[in-house]
Structures are given as structure tokens and as C-alpha cells.
């Protein structure tokens, strides 16, 4: 309890230090916001039609299964109508051609429907849709997961209507050959024709089209808020050394503070500030720069929390591996800027080249940043950014070990 | 004795192979004001240090209040205040914000803390600076400030590791009244300095240090006694006369 009570005014003291300076004020809030204004009129308008992303859709049904009518509804026929973000859908005839293609590298991936497709969707089995994507193309691998979930969820929405009108048609005496006419028919009006193509557009547009690729302050404000929750947590580091310098830990520590008290007290001081920051990004982000934070905002959360508790830990570590107060505020300046545009903060990483990208996953800034992308560029949902969360995690508890593990009171 | 505060048995600390404490043995009664006089490098700094728990001897024993600081430390930290040599306070908050937060360190809630932290300023005659940040006080100003802190969370021994190193002689005789105030109220101090004529004014007793040992230990009076009248020497005279070199060397 006392231990709790002095970790929590060391970390208040710590606040109040940082709201009475407005230089580090302005550092850590204000100026990345300069930065985000800037790159989003300088990236805005920048050839996003171009880079439309590209979805393969195949078929193993015989023709005349209901699969036939749900691809005819969503394939793009007419390039020029599309909104600006979304994909364009390719109907591949030949399922082992696509096939043979990933495994050879050359085509990223595709979205098929099993032979047994229409047979399990009438027996009332669930429908399997069938995800073929090499395990790099991340981004497309998202962007069929979502295409295969919106197909997915109206499916089980005509299916639902399919039974609901047989059990309507049961409770008002209709012989069972009067059902099975009526459901004929109705899904013969559901998967096909002009109104099944109307259905599946307009799904496409919430949810994969959810990809609103024209506003640049989707990966923008992500790529900053990364890089700057990282560098202002960064350049505590000097601040930490400083306090062992100038004998105020030690002075703590003879004033029976525990070391472990003096350690929370610290980090959940830098924390704080961290946690200002994502509000403030989000609040902002959401608000003025309208960014769209896609399909799972629990998601988002989470990594920005674990943005904040890795990026504590880091300072920490970094103030326990210098010697010197400008040491430990070269690294922190180093490793900022360094560690940014590699870990796509600057730039998205998505447009980085394969090794690149692949260098870049020594960064935690890599993993944050491309679930950021996934999640909000995209269409990702939660599960698709389980890897990126585990690594944040996993460099999390590195450096708050390294932290606790060399964390010294004094040089002396 | 029954009533020594503080117990110092044959202490040693080296830093690689330099001895900086060696073999260091004194007591302290409770209530008196003990003098550890000496040069730079004596090794007064270290031997504050590790009775303050932060720094751990090499061998040698310490209780103070009863407590082991090798076995309680714990116990011995809520005994003690220490106002370091250097200076050790949060420039970029004020006077009154420092003494707070350290008051909250040591056990003091809410309006305690504040109210102990005014009348602290007060006795360094600083209350009308209160709210002022630390950086931009004068250097003595700082000193006075680094003292009070260590008064805050009313410590039974304080550490005062010279305190008086660029203070203003008015503020100096101010500090001493408060310190012999103090320690009519019970307080115990150990006082580093090398301005002997502040031992003999404040300190019952007194240990020269040199060289990481103690060379000479009693009352300032048998001190000089041993060497001249005791009313024409000075405890300088006493240093010169026991290592053959002046105390400022
Ligand atoms: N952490 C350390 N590492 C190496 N040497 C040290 C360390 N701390 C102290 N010393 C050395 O130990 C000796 C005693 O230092 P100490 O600070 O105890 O002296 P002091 O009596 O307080 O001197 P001063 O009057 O200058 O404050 C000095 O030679 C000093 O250089
Ligand atoms: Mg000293």
C-alpha cells in the first residue's frame, strides 16, 4: 500500500513536471500535429486510385450453384464506377491455375468457393469459404478475410430469411411441396439478378469497401502517433539519468522509498504522458482528420496502450544502459528517428519492398504500424492483428526485464 | 553506552582497489550533535553514505535506533533524514512542491505534508520564495532548501553532509540556531564540515578524519587541550598538529 501510494506521487510529480514545461508540452503533442497537417496535404490526392487493391475470386461448383450468382453480383465490371478504395474483383474460371499460381509466388492470393457450397449452405451447414494467400501478402490476405466475411454475413442473413419465410409458410398449413416451391423461389430472387447484385455492392461498400484509401490521415496519424509516443517516452530516458546524477533517487531511496516503488513511480510517470498522447491522436484523429478506425476500435486500443507500455519500458532500459545524460539523449534521439521511417512511421510500410519490410520487423514500430494499417487501411479485423499485438507484447516485457534488471539509484 | 543512537563498528568500503573508509569505529549519544571533520577524500561523504543505507560496506557493523543496516534498513530509513552534499532537488519544480513531495516520501498525508513543508520554509526564511522553482534560486538558497527537505518527515538522526558550503554567514548562524534547537527536541546529528570552527561552535564531539581513518576523537576542548591552551588553539591547529599538513591541502 505505501509502495503503491509513493509509485503513484513519484508518477504524479513526475506529470506535474512535464505540464509546467511547455517546451516538452509543445514536443509531445503540438508538434506532431504540425507534422500530421503537413504530410496529410503533402500525401493527399497522391495516386491512390492506382494502387487499388486486386482480389481473385474462383469457384470449384459445378455451374448453376448459387456461388455462380453471389460472383457474377460482386465482380467489378466497370473499373471507372468503382469508389476511390475499393478493390477490384476478378473472376479466375480456372481454381487450379490460381492455385498453381500462389505456390509459385505470382499471384498474392484468392478467395474460393468449395464444390460443396451450395450443397452444405442448403443443408444448413456452415458455408466455408476458402482463403488460398501467401503468408507475406498481408495485405491482401486482409482484404479477402474481409471480403469472405461480408459474403459470409449476408449469406447468413438470405439464409435466415430463407427459413424464416419456410416456418411462416409451415404455421399457415402449406403442404411440404408448397414450401419447397416457395423457398425456390425465393432463393432464386435472393442470389441472383438485380437484386442480389444490389445487396452484395452495398455490402461490399461497408465493409470491404470500408477502406477509405483517399484519406491519407489513415496511415498518417497512425504512423505519427507510433513514432511520437516512442520518441517523447524515448527522451525521458535523459530525464531518468539526470535524477541519478543529481542524487534525487538516492535521496528517495534513503527516504525509504523501495527501489521498486522509485521503478513504478517512473514508468507510470512516462506512461501518463503516453496515454495523454493516444487520447489526444484518437480524439483529433476521429474528430478532425476523420480517420476511419475500421472494424475493430478494440483493436486499435490495444495497441496503442501497448504503444505506450512498450515505449515506457524502452526508456527506462535506455536510461539504465547509458552513463551520461547526453548519452542516454543521443540514443533517445537516435533510436527515434531511426527506428521510425524503418518501422513505416514516415512512410507505409506496405509500400516498402518485401525485404524491407522484412528488415523492418526488428522494429516494434513495423508491428505496430502495419497492424495500424491493416486495421484501418484495410479492412482487417481483430484476429488479423493477434501477431502484431503478441509482438509488441514480446518487446514489452524485453525491455521492461532489461529495465528492472539494470535499474541503478546512482552511479556512484 | 545504553543511550548511543548510533553504533559504528570497525567500517571498510573500498571502490576497486582504493580504501576510502578504512576501518572507521564511532558511537553517537542520542541527542548530541556529532562532528566528522576533514579534508577532501577524507572519506566523510562515503561513511554518511552507507550509515544512509544507499551505499553497502564491505565489512563492519552499523545499528542505528537499535536496527541493523545490513538486517533492517527498511526500519533505519524511517529514522533518518539526510541533506547530501550535493545538492539533491527537482529544479524544475518550486520550494514548497519539492518539500511536499518529499514529505509524501516519508510517510507525511496531504495537509501534514504542506503544513510541515511551510514551517520548514519558514525556519530557513523562505517562505515568501515558496512558490518559486528551484531553478531559479540563488545557490545558498538551494543549500538552505536541500536542509529543509531533510527535515521533512521529522527524522530521530540527521545526516548533515556540509550543509552550510556556500551559505551566507547570517543564514549560517540561522541554520545553527536551528539545529541546536532541534536537538534540544531530541534530534541526533551527524555533521560533516571542514570549517573547524563550525565543530567547535555546534558539535558536542568530534572525529578528524583522514585518509579513510579516524585519527582523533573527543571533545573539541580536550582536543585542542592536548596540544596548546585550549582558548588560543583552534581545531585547525589540532589537524595541522596531528598530520602535518593544513586542513585545506
Ligand atoms: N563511487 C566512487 N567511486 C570511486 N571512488 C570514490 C567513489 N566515491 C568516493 N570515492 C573516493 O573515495 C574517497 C573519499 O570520498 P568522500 O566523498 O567520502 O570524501 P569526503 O570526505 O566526503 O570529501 P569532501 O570533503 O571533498 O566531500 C575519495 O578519494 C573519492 O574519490
Ligand atoms: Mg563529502
Redesign the interface.
Known sequence: M?NL??AW?IAL?DL??FV??RAALFFSIIFPFLFIILFNSLFSGVGWEDDRITLHVTTQEPEGGISYQIIAAIETKDEEALSPGDPIIIWDKDYEADHQAVLDGKLDGFLNFPASFTQSLMSGASTGLEIYADAGATNTRAALQGLSGAITSQINADVAIIKASAQLLAQSGASPEEIQTAVQQIQTDLFSGAAAAKSYLSFEVVKVGNVEAQNASNWVIPGYLVMFVFMAAATSAPEIVKERK???L????????KRESILGGIYSGIAFKGLIQIIIFWVFGILVFHVNVGLSPLAIIILSLLMVIMSSAFAIMLATLANSIRGASSLAVITSLLLAPLGGCWWPGFLYPEWLQNISKITPHAWATDAFNKLMVFGADFGDVVPSIIALLVFAVIFSGIAVWKFR??D? | MADDFVVVKDLHKSFKDFKAVNGVSFTIAKGEVFGLLGPNGAGKTTTI?ML????EADSGDITIGGYSVKKNA?AV??L?G?C?Q????????SAL?NMV??G????LEGKAAHDQAMKNLKLMGLEDRAKGKIAKYSGGMKRRINLA?ALM?NPKLLFLDEPTVGIDPQSRNNIFENIKALQKQGLTVLYTTHYMEEADRLCQRVAVMDGGKIIAMDTPYNLKKKIGPPDKTTLEDVFLNLTGRSLRD
Open positions: 505505501k501510494k509513493q506521487y510529480k506535474k513536471i509546467q514545461d543529481n542524487n534525487t538516492e535521496r528517495l531511496f534513503s527516504t525509504s522509498v539509484i546512482s556512484r | 553514505r544512509s543505507t544507499v551505499l527498511e530509513r524511517t533518518i539526510v547530501p550535493e545538492l539533491a532537488l527537482y529544479e524544475d519544480l512542491d513531495f518529499f509524501h516520501m516519508s510517510g527537505v518527515g
